[in-house]
């Protein structure tokens, strides 16, 4: 009969009462940063809708065409003649911004497609400001050719076709974050596209109609447009000296109402998301 410390008797006992060790938890990776994951979305967006949204922009760019025909008959020159190429330049960033990507946002929602977003490791902004800024880059080969052919239609002068490069992001901005977030809070999909076009009926409306011949009601409501003050910052640039002061501050209006309208879309889709 063989005799066994008590101490190793006590250290196997222990062992038993423990069990095996169970593995440290793996830690998590580093949180996606905004800026590589707003690229990530932005390239999948462009490549996503390259084909399927080609044939649409030529709609729009070819309403805005007729729609400056039309206006011809009616607008001889003067400053009615540069809110009229004004506002159909910008008709095209509405139809696209704000009409197609409420669109969009609607459907996403209801096919629950918020869901495999909502499982990526990236920021909500990151969903909201890359779509919002692919569909906004289709805009501009149709706002340049609208802004081109309704300068030669009006006999307006070219030089300052320039302010387009800052006024088409900024407009777009604004628009595609009202454009998400009212695909993004409306209940149905229907409901979705009828705010969309609702949407870009007032921007053709009150954009390309000139102001001087609305009524009062309605200049006000022309004021509460985003779109409008990206109108009157390229309308502003046909004049002979132009008064880049006001075109400045308009621009600032577009971007102060692009920053809330994007913020507002952000926390409409986590909303949404969540749901």
């Known amino acids: 009969m063989s005799v066994v410390p008590a101490d190793v008797l006590a250290c196997a006992t222990a062992a038993q009462d423990t069990g095996p060790t169970r593995p440290a938890a793996a830690a998590l990776g580093p949180r996606a940063r905004l800026w590589p994951s707003l690229a ?47 506002g159909a330049s910008i008709v095209v960033v509405a139809y696209v911004a704000l009409n197609l990507l409420a669109q969009y946002f609607g459907q996403l929602r209801s096919s629950g497609g918020l869901d495999h977003y909502a499982t990526l490791p990236v920021p909500p902004a990151a969903v909201v400001l890359g779509a919002a800024a692919a569909y906004a880059s ?17 006999g307006l002068p070219l030089g300052n076709l320039w302010v387009l490069v800052a006024v088409i992001p900024l407009a777009g901005a604004a628009l595609s974050g009202l454009g998400a977030a009212c695909g993004l809070l409306a209940p149905r999909p229907e409901l979705a596209t009828l705010l969309g076009q609702l949407g870009m009926s007032a921007a053709l409306l009150l954009g390309v109609l000139p102001p001087e011949r609305m009524p009062e009601i309605i200049r006000l409501a022309r004021d509460l447009l985003p779109s409008t003050y990206g109108v009157e910052a390229y309308a502003r640039s046909f004049a002979g000296r132009p008064d880049w002061a006001w075109v400045g501050i308009d621009m600032a209006v577009c971007a102060g109402v692009g920053v809330v309208s994007l913020a507002v879309a952000t926390w409409a889709y986590r909303r949404a998301a969540v749901r």
């Not at 289709?138 to 009006?154: D, K, Y």
């Open 40 to 86: 990530a979305v932005y390239r999948a967006q462009l490549s996503r809708a390259r084909v399927a949204r080609i044939p649409l922009l030529f709609v729009a760019t070819f309403q805005s065409v007729g729609i400056m025909i039309m206006m011809r008959g009616v607008v001889s020159g003067g400053g009615e003649a540069e809110s009229v190429v004004a």
């Open 138 to 154: 289709f805009t501009v080969p149709g706002t340049l050719v609208t802004a081109v052919f309704g300068c030669v239609l009006f």
